[in-house]
């Protein structure tokens, strides 16, 4: 019988993680992926996306919708909308839409350095994520239900 020394189990495991990893950071799909784009409020008091994601739940794989809050996911750097954690983009950004293809981007209107409205973009797709149905961003999780609530 053989024995297993550290080495060979160090070596196995970053072989696997070698193979893993790509599967885990791959941009193909992404957020997209796993989840729906099903609404908005994007006013100057609201700023959420409602999304439907799938949920790990074998026994009822399915979807479920949740909501969250993109002030805490996306700010504005001189113009340009950035992923950044609580960037508040709102207090800066207006006139907001979501064009919608292959991916999820917010567009808006962003204030610069030079006090002009300048036309931005952002992918969501490279922002949020899918957390067992729940969307989210950073440390940040929407709330998680099976059906939209009411104006939060």
């Given at each position: ?15 696997f993680?070698a193979?893993?990893f ?13 989840c ?24 009822i ?13 996306a700010g504005n750097?001189?113009?340009q ?18 064009i ?53």
């Amino acid at each position: 019988m053989g024995t297993f020394s550290a080495y060979s189990i160090v070596t196995a495991t970053i072989f696997f993680l070698a193979l893993a990893f790509p599967l885990l950071t791959s941009g193909e799909g992404g957020f997209t992926h796993d989840c729906a784009y099903a609404g908005a409020s994007l006013t100057d008091k609201h700023h959420w996306i409602g999304i439907y994601c799938l949920n790990d739940n074998l026994d009822i794989y399915g979807f479920n919708y949740s909501m969250l809050d993109l002030d805490r996911c996306a700010g504005n750097n001189a113009g340009q909308l950035v992923a950044f954690e609580n960037g508040n983009y709102s207090g800066s950004c207006e006139n907001c839409t979501f064009i919608h293809d292959k991916s999820l981007h917010l567009s808006c209107l962003c204030w610069d350095m030079n006090g002009k409205q300048t036309s931005s973009t952002l992918d969501l797709n490279n922002t949020l994520y899918d957390s067992n149905g729940a969307v989210g961003c950073y440390s940040f999780l929407g709330n998680k239900s099976w059906e939209p609530e009411s104006d939060p």
